[in-house]
C-alpha cells in the first residue's frame, strides 16, 4: 500500500504554551484524492491546517507533539515558505489576498516552486479563471467575495503546489457561487494532478465532493469514513446535515448536547 | 530665486534619506531611528575609499556605493531580523541603541575632525548659476539630480519589477507572502540594504558639499519628520513631505528666526500628527486598534 | 503585591493581598537595607557620595517614567524636555525673582503638570509608534524654548544657581544632599507603590493591556491616560528642579535625546512594569560609565582612551542597550525573578507546555 502523500500522527498544536487547540489528531491524506475535515467553530479545524502550513509565532502557536509527514518528511513547525516550496499551498479563511496590489500583481508576486514552469503556471490561472482575467488591473480590495475566493485559489495555484488545502472555500458566499468554485476545484485537480484537503463547516457541500472525511470536535477526531457512511450516521445527520432522526430539521447545537454515551455506545 | 534653490537642495536631502525610512517601515513596519548615523557612516565609507582609491574618483564612488548597500544587509541579518515579530517599541529601541552604538563607534575610529572627503576625490565643489540670480553648487545639483534617479528608480522597481511587488505584498500581509513562497528574511534584508544603499549616498553628497562632522547626524532625525509628514510608507509621501519640511524650515529661517532650523520640522510633524496623523499619503492605519 | 512566596503561606485577606510587605522575612530585610542606606554617608567618601547622589537623583525620574511608559503603557519619548521643563522653570525664577526654593518647586511642579497634560493630549488619539513621535516633537520644542530664553538673556553658556537655603542654613554638603534626595526617592518609591494599587494604579495596567476591553469595562480610558502623563511628568518636573539645585546649573545642552534614551534605558534595562526594575535600572545606567572607566584603568588603556572616553561610553552603552533587548528583554528584574524561582523551586523546575 502505497504511503498517503500527508499523514497527522497525534497532532498536538499549542497557543500561548497554555491552550491546546488540537489534541492529538491523527489522519491520512492520499495522494489525489479529496479529503474533507468537519467541525463546527471552535473544533481546531483552522488550527490543524496552519499547523500543516507553517505557523510563523504570529499567534505563538506551535505544535508541541506528534507529527506532520509530507511524502515521508516532517514539515511541522517549518516556516511557511519552506513548506510551500515542497508543494503543499494554503488558500487561508482570512486575508487571503494582497489587499493594495492588482489582480495581476496578487498573482505576479507568488514565489513558485523551485522547478515549476512560472509562465505556464500564470497562463493557467488566467484559463481556469477568466473572470479574473477580466479583472487584471483591479485592486483586490475592491474584489467581490467570490472573485477574492477565485483569486485566493489562483494564487495558491501560482505555487505549483502538490496539495492545496482551502480553509472554509464556502464561508460568505452565495451557494451558487460556492458550487461554481467546488466545480472548477475539481477540474483544476484534474487537469493539474492535485490533492485537496478541505475544511468545512458546511458539511452538506463537502460531503458531495469528498472522497473521505474526518469530523472534529474539540480539537479530537470523532468520526471519519466515506461520504456515504457519514451521510447514514445518525450524529451527523442530526448536527451537521440539520435532517434530525425524525425528517423534521434540527438546530440543537453540537456542542450544547450531551451526546457523550451515544459516542461510546 | 536663490531661496527656491535652497529649497530645492534642501529637500533633495531630506527626500534621499526619508526614502530609507520609508523603505524600511513599509516592508517591515519597523521604525528604524538608526538611519542618521548609517548615512554618516556611508560619508565616511566616501572618505576611506576617496583616501584608498586615490586618483581614481568613480571607483571610489562605486566602491563606497556598494559598501553602504552590504552594511544595511548585515544591519539585518546580525540584528534586526531577531527583533521581527517583537513589539514595536522593542524595536525602535534596537535601533536607537544601534545608532548610539554607531556614532560611539564612528568617533573612536575617524576621530571628531571634520573631514573632506572631496579633496581625496581630486574633484572640487564649484558653483554653478541658475538664472541670473541665483547660483547652487556643484554637490548640490547632483543631489538634486541624484534624488529624482533615485525615487524614478525605486517607483520603477517597486511597481513594475516582480521582487519589488514581493517586497510591497511582504509588507502588506507578511503572514500570506510567506505562505505564496516569499522569504521574508531576504526581503526585509534587501529593504535596509536599499535603505542604507540611499542614506549612505545622501551622507556622501553632502560630505562632498560641506564635510562631515558630528552635525550631520542632526540631518538625519530631521529627515524624520518629512517622512512622517508624508506617510511613513508612501515614497510619495517622503517627497511631499521633504519639499514641505524643507520650504518651511528655509522661508522661517530667512523671514523670522535662524534658530528655528532645528525645530521647524518638528513643529511641521507636530501639526500633522494633529490634523492627520497617517501622514498626506500614508494608508490610514487603524490608530485606535485594539 | 509583591510576588506570591513559596508554599506555607497564604494571603487570607484583600488586605494582606495588597499590602506592600507581608512576610517577616521582608521585613527584616527591608529594616537591613534601610540601616545601610542611613549609615551609607557616614562610610562613604566624595567620589561615592557624589554617585549615591546621582543614583538617587536619577531615581525619581526612572520611577516616573516607569509609571508611564512601563505601567500605563503610554511610550515617551520627551523625558529629558520634562526635566529640562523642571530645571528651567527653577533657573528662570531664581534668575528673573530670586525666588526661593519653596517657590521653585511647586512652581516646577505645577509647569510639569501643565506640559504634562499638553504631552498627554495626542496620547488621547495616537498611540504606540505615533505617540512615541509625538513626544519627541514636543520634547524638541521645549528644548528649543529653553534655548531661546538662554539666547535671549544672555546666558548663552547657561543658567547659575545658587543652593537652596532656609533661614540661613544652605544645602550644600553631600552629605545633606544626600538625606534630601534619599527622602526624595523613598517618597516617589511609595507614592508610586501606592498609586499602583489603587484605582488609578489599577485602570493604568488595564489601558495598557487591552484599551478597548479597559472601555467597555467602564474605565475612563481618556483620564487614565491623562492621569499617567500629568503624574509622571510633575514627578520628572520636580526631578528637574532637584537636578538644578543639586548642579549648580541649568543649560539647555545637557538635555539631550540621549538623556532621554538613557531613562528610557533605565525601564528596559530595569524591566518594565516593576518599580523595582526602575530602580534597579537606575543603578546600572548611572554606574555604567563609570565601570567602563574603571574597566579602561584596569585594562591599562587609561590614557590613549582619555580624549575619547564619551565616545567609548557611548558605544558600550548602546551595546549594552543592545543586548538587554535581545538577549533579555525582560531586564534585570526578569533575572533577578529567574534566580529567585530556581532558589524557590529547587530541585523542580516549572516547564511550560509544549517546551
Not at chain 2, 533633495?12 to 538608526?34: E, F, K, M, P, W
Request: aromatic share 10%; glycine share 10%.
Amino acid at each position: 500500500m502505497t504511503p498517503p502523500l500527508l499523514r497527522l500522527d497525534k497532532l498536538e498544536v499549542v497557543y500561548h504554551r497554555v491552550i491546546t487547540a488540537v489534541q492529538g489528531i491523527s489522519l491520512d491524506v492520499p495522494a489525489g484524492s479529496i479529503v474533507a475535515l468537519l467541525g463546527t467553530y471552535g473544533a481546531g479545524k483552522t488550527t490543524t491546517l496552519r499547523a500543516i502550513s507553517g505557523f510563523i509565532g504570529l499567534d505563538d502557536a506551535r505544535v508541541t507533539e506528534g507529527a506532520i509527514t509530507y511524502r515521508g518528511e516532517r514539515i511541522e513547525n517549518r516556516p511557511p515558505h519552506q513548506t510551500t516550496a515542497r508543494g503543499v499551498t494554503l488558500v487561508p479563511e482570512r486575508s487571503k489576498v494582497f489587499e493594495n496590489l492588482t489582480v495581476a500583481e496578487n498573482i505576479e508576486a507568488v514565489v513558485p516552486r523551485p522547478g515549476a514552469d512560472a509562465r505556464k503556471l500564470r497562463d493557467a490561472v488566467w484559463e481556469y479563471f477568466p473572470a479574473l482575467a477580466r479583472l487584471r488591473s483591479r485592486e483586490a480590495g475592491y474584489l467581490s467575495g467570490g472573485e477574492r475566493q477565485m483569486l485566493a485559489i489562483g494564487s495558491a495555484l501560482a505555487c505549483a503546489p502538490e496539495l492545496l488545502l482551502v480553509d472554509e472555500l464556502s464561508q460568505g458566499l452565495a451557494p451558487l457561487v460556492v458550487q461554481e468554485l467546488l466545480d472548477r476545484l475539481q477540474l483544476i485537480r484534474k487537469g493539474l494532478g492535485m490533492t485537496l484537503l478541505l475544511v468545512e463547516q458546511n458539511a452538506a457541500i463537502a460531503l458531495d465532493v469528498a472522497d473521505y472525511a474526518y469530523v472534529l470536535e474539540n480539537g479530537r477526531i470523532v468520526l471519519d469514513g466515506t461520504p456515504e457512511k457519514l451521510r447514514t450516521h445518525q450524529d451527523i445527520r442530526e448536527f451537521y446535515l440539520g435532517t434530525g432522526a425524525d425528517g423534521r430539521r434540527n438546530y440543537r447545537d453540537v456542542k450544547q448536547y450531551r451526546r457523550s454515551r451515544r459516542w461510546y455506545g | 530665486m536663490q531661496l527656491a534653490v535652497n529649497i530645492a537642495v534642501l529637500a533633495a536631502i531630506y527626500a534621499l534619506i526619508s526614502c530609507g525610512y520609508v523603505l524600511i517601515y513599509r516592508v517591515s513596519r519597523v521604525l528604524s531611528l538608526a538611519h542618521g548615523e548609517l548615512m554618516m557612516l556611508g560619508a565616511y565609507g566616501l572618505a576611506m575609499t576617496a583616501s584608498l582609491f586615490a586618483g581614481h574618483p568613480l571607483i571610489a564612488i562605486a566602491a563606497s556605493a556598494v559598501l553602504a548597500l552590504l552594511v544595511g544587509v548585515l544591519v539585518y541579518a546580525l540584528l534586526m531580523w531577531r527583533m521581527t515579530g517583537e513589539s514595536v517599541l522593542a524595536a525602535v529601541l534596537t535601533t536607537i541603541a544601534l545608532g548610539i552604538l554607531l556614532r560611539g563607534a564612528m568617533i573612536l575610529a575617524f576621530g571628531t575632525q571634520t573631514q573632506y572627503p572631496l579633496r581625496d576625490l581630486g574633484w572640487t565643489n564649484s558653483s554653478v548659476a541658475i538664472g541670473e540670480s541665483a547660483r547652487i553648487s556643484s554637490a548640490g545639483l547632483t543631489l538634486v539630480l541624484g534624488t529624482a534617479a533615485v525615487y524614478a528608480g525605486l517607483f520603477v522597481f517597486l511597481r513594475a519589477s516582480r521582487w519589488g511587488i514581493r517586497m510591497r505584498a511582504a509588507g502588506q500581509n507578511p503572514l500570506l507572502a510567506a505562505q505564496r513562497g516569499i522569504r521574508l528574511h531576504g526581503v526585509y534584508a534587501l529593504a535596509w540594504g536599499l535603505a542604507t544603499f540611499t542614506g549612505g549616498m545622501a551622507g556622501m553628497l553632502i560630505a562632498c558639499d560641506a564635510g562631515i562632522e558630528a552635525t550631520l547626524v542632526t540631518v538625519g532625525l530631521k529627515a524624520f519628520p518629512a517622512a512622517l509628514v508624508g506617510g511613513l510608507d508612501s515614497l510619495l509621501g517622503a517627497l511631499a513631505g521633504s519639499l514641505i519640511i524643507a520650504a518651511s524650515e528655509v522661508l522661517l529661517i530667512n523671514y523670522v528666526d535662524p534658530l528655528l532650523s532645528d525645530v521647524v520640522p518638528f513643529f511641521v510633524l507636530l501639526a500633522m500628527l494633529v490634523i492627520r496623523p497617517w501622514g498626506l499619503f500614508g494608508t490610514k492605519e487603524e490608530l485606535d486598534r485594539v | 503585591m509583591s510576588q506570591p512566596r513559596s508554599s506555607g503561606y497564604f494571603r487570607t485577606s484583600y488586605q494582606r493581598d495588597i499590602a506592600l510587605l507581608d512576610t517577616r522575612t521582608q521585613k527584616t530585610w527591608l529594616a537591613i537595607f534601610g540601616a545601610v542606606l542611613l549609615a551609607f554617608p557616614f562610610l562613604a567618601g566624595p567620589f561615592m557620595m557624589d554617585l549615591a547622589n546621582q543614583v538617587l537623583l536619577t531615581s525619581i525620574g526612572a520611577v516616573a517614567l516607569m509609571l508611564l511608559t512601563g505601567h500605563a503603557g503610554q511610550i515617551s519619548l520627551g523625558h529629558a524636555g520634562l526635566l529640562a521643563a523642571g530645571a528651567f522653570t527653577t533657573g528662570i525664577l531664581f534668575k528673573e525673582f530670586g525666588a526661593p526654593f519653596w517657590i521653585t518647586l511647586p512652581a516646577s511642579a505645577a509647569v510639569g503638570a501643565a506640559i504634562g497634560l499638553l504631552f498627554g493630549l495626542p496620547s488621547l488619539r495616537l498611540r504606540g509608534l505615533y505617540l512615541a513621535v509625538s513626544t519627541l516633537a514636543l520634547h524638541f520644542m521645549v528644548i528649543h524654548a529653553g534655548q531661546e530664553y538662554e539666547t535671549r538673556r544672555g546666558h548663552s553658556t547657561g543658567v547659575v544657581i545658587d543652593p537652596p537655603s532656609l533661614a540661613g542654613w544652605t544645602l550644600q554638603d553631600p552629605r545633606a544632599w544626600y538625606f534630601v534626595l534619599l527622602a526624595g526617592s523613598v517618597a516617589t518609591v511609595l507614592f508610586s507603590l501606592n498609586l499602583l494599587r489603587s484605582k488609578t494604579g489599577r485602570a493604568w495596567r488595564a489601558i495598557h493591556s487591552r484599551e478597548a476591553v479597559a472601555e467597555a469595562l467602564g474605565i475612563n480610558v481618556h483620564w487614565a491616560k491623562l492621569s499617567a502623563f500629568i503624574v509622571s511628568c510633575t514627578i520628572t518636573s520636580i526631578a528637574g528642579c532637584l537636578f538644578a539645585y543639586y548642579r549648580g546649573f541649568v543649560s539647555a545642552e545637557a538635555f539631550s535625546l540621549y538623556l532621554t534614551i538613557q531613562y528610557v534605558a533605565t525601564v528596559i534595562i530595569g524591566g518594565i512594569g516593576s518599580i523595582l526594575g526602575a530602580l534597579l535600572g537606575t543603578v546600572f545606567v548611572v554606574l555604567f560609565p563609570y565601570s567602563i572607566e574603571a574597566l579602561m584603568n584596569a585594562l591599562g588603556l587609561a590614557d590613549r582612551m582619555a580624549s575619547v572616553i564619551f565616545a567609548l561610553n557611548y558605544a558600550a552603552f548602546g551595546l549594552a542597550m543592545i543586548l538587554f533587548l535581545v538577549l533579555e528583554p525582560q531586564g534585570l528584574v526578569g533575572i533577578w525573578r529567574r534566580i529567585q524561582a530556581w532558589f524557590l523551586l529547587w530541585p523542580f523546575k516549572q516547564k511550560p507546555v509544549g517546551k
